[in-house]
Antibody
């Protein structure tokens, strides 16, 4: 079955760029049925949708983060990535990647998550 | 953004009980409503999609209902593994996707 695995630095300095990659295994990222996305969860808090990307490169971002977010996809590696620029302590969170079914929009496969701390 | 409001924020129950969690949307989302369960230290797990469709492999004691702006998740005959946090999420075309604040179900 499809599995997702996040990877990237666990510590990022303020004002720098957070970069994470999600590797998809057990299935193709080029499936026409799915978008691939990122969701984050600050410590002890709820879930925030960051954005999604299709294998063609089409993206949807949360307007609250849009000015700082860039997502990309590498179909040859079956990976997609998140860049979040100009980070602050408020960006400290557990970051999940997830598969989203189009068009119903539910997220049926999640990675285990990776913790990113923003601190100098 | 569409605001999703869950009630209650926390709920105390016992094994064998039946509980209901409500999720209200700030505007209509038809049936684009999904429910997730998050156990401590794990990623959210999809339980219900499209308001009332039970995901394959999820026990039938979980059920969802509603449409428009008001939705419910019901868990009958609570099992020990059901004590967790539950989130609703709207997935209408009105982006961004948004989640409720969560309901902590505890014993």
């Amino acid at each position: 079955q499809v599995q997702l695995q996040e990877s990237g630095p666990g510590l990022v300095k303020p004002s720098e760029t957070l970069s994470l990659t999600c590797t998809v295994s057990g299935g193709s990222i080029s499936s026409s049925s799915y978008y691939w996305g990122w969701i984050r969860q600050p410590p002890g808090k709820g879930l925030e949708w960051i954005g999604s990307i299709y294998f063609t490169g089409n993206t949807y971002y949360n307007p609250s983060l849009k000015s700082r977010v860039t997502m990309s996809v590498d179909t040859s590696k079956n990976q997609f990535s998140l860049n979040l620029s100009s980070v602050t302590a408020a960006d400290t969170a557990l970051y999940y990647c997830a598969r989203r079914l189009y068009p119903l929009g539910y997220m049926d496969v999640w990675g285990k998550g990776t913790t990113v701390t923003v601190s100098s | 953004d569409i605001q999703m409001t869950q009630s209650p924020s926390s709920l105390s129950a016992s094994v064998g009980d039946t509980v209901t969690i409500t999720c209200r949307a700030s505007q209509t989302i038809d049936s684009y409503l999904n429910w997730y369960q998050q156990r401590p230290g794990t990623a959210p797990k999809l339980l219900i999609y499209a308001a009332s469709s039970l995901r394959s492999g999820v026990p039938s004691r979980f059920s969802g209902s509603g449409s428009g702006t008001e939705f419910t998740l019901t868990i009958t005959t609570l099992q020990p593994e059901d004590f967790a946090i539950y989130y609703c999420q709207q997935s209408s075309s009105n982006l961004p996707y948004t989640f409720g604040q969560g309901t902590k179900l505890e014993s």
